[in-house]
């Protein structure tokens, strides 16, 4: 990767030579020293305290055996990461990732995001990720309460309500945070709010389910209403995947008036021009998790096609991929852009590529980076950080209005710093900047560490 900036070039340099074979993690890196050209030109002494030397490089890395016993009696062998990014602005936070494709790379990548996104909710939050290349697919509920018993006595070594309080994300939903948090409240005896996305007879916060799909919509309704004086309002959309993400940014996108006509998970995706039936989806998806295929049984204006790819050749007006990395091409995009796309906005982690970005930005369509459009889940665990800390629970409204004015506040943050480093309307390295910069005096004010 090529920057005009030397002193960039050398950390960027740096970082890829200390981290070989990790692609997702230097995308990520690459992509946010990209945005920081203004911020290193106008403030010399980030580079003396060294400020992205030390952001680069994790506080602390751990990987570890998960071995555990399947429902045959066979011994089964996983690996476990936890990657503790950065801590100058508050606990590590960061959600746990169950799937076969977690290796070191995807952890630091999404561990290093993180960091930025916590930074722009304005809650007290640093920087974590974690997971392991556990698949959760076919496992009967005794194998996932077993495996999860066997990650959480080694991850809670490294854990606690001030320290490190992890959370879901892909294939960790409030099943499996409520087996970890089961077992870490046996072994440390302990009950504190190490984990968020708990149950809520056990100090779950209200909205938490809905959070990152609803806090996602209430980005883009504010951005349309900032950027063009638009809003969701009889818009065609896409989106992609039909998990946890996916499910409540289809829900909140027809409850603002939004058209969603398509979903996807990792196999295909249909097609159904009446309108999504979102509560035919939760049925099918939510639980038993059976394939979105099952939907065309029960809908006969629905079309299903194979190959998750598929849905980006769909005219639309809003495209929201919320399925994972990279699930996004260049090819996509122009697709995308060909069939009238006015803005797009990510509820997953950087599931548009590099290339799909750029070809985004020089069409002029409004492009949120998740980092800043899906930080409504984060912020609504911090609030249940919260809310565990006072033990008390909000209302739903409470948390719900908490969360708009969160998700309002960080359009604007980064609508702002972007104009204010010369790139106006440059919502990726308005993200990046608004997010780096409270860090990174954070880290100056803490001294060498
Ligand atoms: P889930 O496990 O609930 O759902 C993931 C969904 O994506 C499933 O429908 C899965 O299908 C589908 N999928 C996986 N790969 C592909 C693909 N290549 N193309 C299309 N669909 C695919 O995860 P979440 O909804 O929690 O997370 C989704 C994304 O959002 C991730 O990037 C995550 O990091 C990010 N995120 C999640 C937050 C949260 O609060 N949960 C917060 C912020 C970001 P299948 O079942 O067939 O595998």
Redesign the pocket.
Known sequence: MLFADSYLQSVYDRTAARNPNEPEFLQAVGEVLRCLEPVIQRRPELQRHAILERMTEPDRFLQFRVAWQDDSGNIQVNRGYRVQFNSAIGPYKG?L?F?PSVNASIIKF?GFEQGF?NSLTGLPMGGGKGGSDFDP?GKSDSEIMRFCQAFMTELCRYIGPDTDVP???????AREVGYLFGQYKRIQNQYCGVLT?KGLSFGGSLV?KE???YGLLYFVEEMLSCMKQDSVKQKTILV????????YAVEKAQQLGGNVVA?????G?IYDPAGIDIELVKSI?EGS?Q??SRYVEHRTSAQYTEG??G?WSLPCDIALP????N?LSAQDAEQLIKNGVSAVAE?????CTPEAVSLFQQAGILYAP?KAS?????AV?GLEMSQNSLRYSWTAGEVDQKLHQIMAGIFHSTFDAAKEYGAENDLLTGANIAGFLKIADAMIAQGVY
């Open positions: 959600g990732r799937h999404l996104k697919k959370a879901g994300d892909i294939g960790v939903g996305g938490r959070a990152t799909g992609s995947g039909s998990g946890n993400v996916a499910i979903m996807s998970d990792s196999k995706y998806r998790r394939p979105l998750c790819r849905i919320c399925a994972t990395q699930e509820g997953a982690n950087m599931p998740g899906n930080a409504g889940g984060v665990s």
